[in-house]
């Protein structure tokens, strides 16, 4: 089970780096761009909405909203411009 969450954590730190890449691009369109800028930024920063030392209401806001956001972001994205920008992640990741 450890790994499987690794697995997930690993996946979900590409997809971020991802939408990063691909704000940048000139085809996404700017709410997208806006919007992939807030969600990173967010996953980024040392700030949180609810402070993660408050039992279970701390981890809560990083579990909902940071996945609610990458979705958001990515049906925003286009398909292929996304696909372009993961494999760059990966690339990149891996060395």
Avoid: C
């Avoid at 691909?22 to 930024?41: E, M, S, T, W």
């Avoid at 279970?56 to 996304?82: A, N, S, W």
């Amino acid at each position: 089970m450890l790994e499987r969450l690794k697995h997930k954590a690993r996946l979900l730190k590409t997809e971020v780096y991802a939408i990063y890449l691909a704000y940048k691009d000139p085809r996404v369109p700017f709410y997208a761009r806006i919007l992939a800028i807030i969600v990173v930024g967010y996953v980024l920063s040392p700030i949180d909405l609810i402070p993660d030392f408050i039992p279970i209401l701390g981890y809560l806001d990083d579990l909902i909203l940071v996945p609610l956001g990458i979705v958001l972001v990515l049906k925003m994205i286009p398909k292929e411009v996304m696909d372009e920008y993961r494999e760059k992640a990966k690339t990149t990741m891996i060395k």
